[in-house]
């Protein structure tokens, strides 16, 4: 097994597990919801960095460990998304609730001043995703 941005791969090379912590399958997902439109907008990452201070401790660099989750993301097979994310909600639903996040994702998206389909339509994606395993609880 080899451990990875995500998670633990198996012998079959298939992703396991998901993110180490919590704050760091969030981040992803800010970072998903700002590139979704296929541009990574400074206001949209500037918004992230001041929510990265709810989610990580003081000392964190959140310049580095922002731009490696991009990276990570970068690197993800976009086609996998979906069954990542609900692999995701799923390890880490019983440990929080964070149907609250839609605000966060929101925010993201609109602080460009655009909101485009692609961006309103994976905030949708994402909330029955996260709706879903809220009500599995």
Not at 69 to 81: C, M, P
Request: hydrophobic share 35%.
């Amino acid at each position: 097994m080899s451990q990875t941005a995500f998670g633990v791969r198996g012998a079959s090379d298939q992703l396991m597990t998901t993110h180490e912590t919590l704050p760091d399958f969030i981040l992803f997902l800010y970072v998903h919801m700002s590139q979704v439109d296929n541009n990574y907008d400074p206001l949209e990452l500037g918004t992230i960095k001041r929510k990265m201070g709810k989610l990580f401790p003081a000392d964190t660099d959140f310049e580095r460990k922002l731009y490696s989750t991009i990276r990570a993301y970068n690197n993800f097979e976009k086609s996998g998304l979906n069954d990542f994310f609900e692999r995701s909600l799923k390890h880490f639903g019983s440990q929080q609730d964070i149907t609250g996040i839609y605000s966060d994702l929101y925010e993201i998206i609109q602080a460009d001043g655009k909101l485009v389909q692609a961006e309103t339509s994976s905030l949708e994606m994402l909330m029955k995703i996260i709706e879903q395993h809220s009500e599995v609880k």
